[in-house]
């Protein structure tokens, strides 16, 4: 099957650092999106990766490992806001679909 | 106002009846899609459109129809609601399916199946 997986949820104090893990499946792999989406709302995108490497964004920072099926989420300098879901979603190159994770949902504490 | 948008934002309906979640876009995007969330399970594919007239099925297509006779429109029909198919329906389009084009979600429907 086509698996991702994340961490169902996690906490972190504001002000700190936070990474969230994601793994997929990596054949047909072509490229891993994280998105955000705080409740009730939709999922708004944050990054694209498809190459080996770390891409930064402000605050938050994307990192991929093709050959390790890997990826993480990195947020820094936490604040309230930042408490919401991150997906994770991969792209296969046999179609045009993307294959998304369950979610994590990241609970920030002051 | 700009963007996309999805109607009805919140539906209550009964089992066996036929129901449809509007979808419109306004940035004459090529793809749209139609996703379901539920807890538990990351947002799952219900069907896809590359094009006007042009649709395929997604990961869950069982008990929906879709169309796409304009861009900008792409109605999902629920043809005899079941109880599991209470869920969040999103909407989303993208420029591109492939490579790095990012998908733009509407508000999302809460449909209710009692």
């Known amino acids: 099957g086509q698996n991702i997986d994340q961490p169902t949820e996690m906490t972190a104090t504001e002000g700190a650092i936070v990474q969230i893990n994601c793994t997929y499946q990596t054949s047909g792999f072509n490229g891993l999106f994280w998105y955000q989406q705080h409740a009730g709302e939709a999922p708004t995108f944050l990054s694209y990766n498809v190459l080996d490497g770390l891409e930064e964004k402000g605050r938050f920072s994307s990192f991929l490992s093709r050959s390790k099926g890997y990826s993480y989420l990195l947020l820094k300098e936490l604040q309230m806001k930042d408490s919401a879901s991150y997906l994770c979603a991969s792209l296969m190159d046999s179609n045009y679909q993307l294959i998304w994770g369950a979610g994590t949902k990241l609970i920030i504490k002051p | 106002d700009a963007g996309i948008t999805q109607s009805p934002r919140y539906k209550i309906t009964e089992t066996g009846r036929q129901v449809t979640l509007m979808c419109h876009q306004t940035?004459?995007?090529?793809?749209m899609f139609w996703y379901r969330q539920d807890l538990g399970h990351g947002l799952r594919l219900i069907y896809y459109?590359?094009?006007?007239?042009?649709?395929d099925k997604g990961e869950v297509p069982d008990g929906y129809v879709v169309s796409r006779s304009k861009t900008e429109n792409f109605p999902l029909t629920l043809e005899s609601a079941t109880r599991s198919q209470t869920s969040v329906y999103f909407c989303?389009?993208?420029?591109?399916?492939?490579?790095?084009?990012?998908?733009?979600f509407g508000p999302g429907t809460r449909l209710t199946v009692t």
């Open positions: 459109s590359a094009a006007a007239d042009i649709t």
């Open positions: 940035w004459s995007h090529s793809y």
């Open positions: 989303a389009s993208s420029s591109s399916g492939q490579g790095g084009y990012e998908q733009y």
